[in-house]
């Protein structure tokens, strides 16, 4: 089992930055591929970025490559969203996540959840 803490969302204007935070528990971190995955109200959850296990390889959704960068130290760990940029449609429960592979995590095949922090972008 991995038990996922996401910490850092909140309230911003428009344009600021925003990094999240997640921090697994349980069974080795080092092993899982992780990302980063959001829903809006009225929307589906949808994927955001994905790093690998070593972090090497990253991926991310077209609606935020070139702002959002994910990076995770496992020594720590944790995974982190580094969100720059923000827009208002960004406002979402942004959600962690775990699998095996990270080409599973961009396909939404996920192990593990973590319980969602709020990010709420204002104009």
């Known amino acids: 089992q991995v038990q996922l803490i996401e910490s850092g969302g909140g309230l911003v204007q428009a344009g600021v930055s925003l990094r999240l935070s997640c921090t697994a528990s349980?069974?080795?971190?080092?092993?899982?591929?992780m990302g980063w995955f959001r829903q809006a109200p009225g929307k589906e959850r949808e994927f955001v970025a994905a790093?690998?296990?070593?972090?090497?390889?990253?991926y991310y959704a077209d609606s935020v490559k070139g702002r959002f960068t994910i990076n995770r130290d496992n020594a720590k760990n944790t995974v982190y969203l580094q969100m720059d940029r923000l827009k208002p449609e960004d406002t979402a429960v942004y959600y962690c996540?775990?699998?095996?592979?990270?080409?599973?995590?961009?396909?939404?095949?996920?192990?593990?959840w973590g319980q969602g922090t709020q990010v709420t972008v204002s104009s």
């Open positions: 790093a690998s296990w070593t972090g090497t390889n990253t």
């Open positions: 349980g069974r080795s971190f080092s092993t899982y591929a």
């Open positions: 996540a775990a699998s095996v592979s990270v080409l599973f995590v961009t396909r939404g095949r996920v192990d593990y």
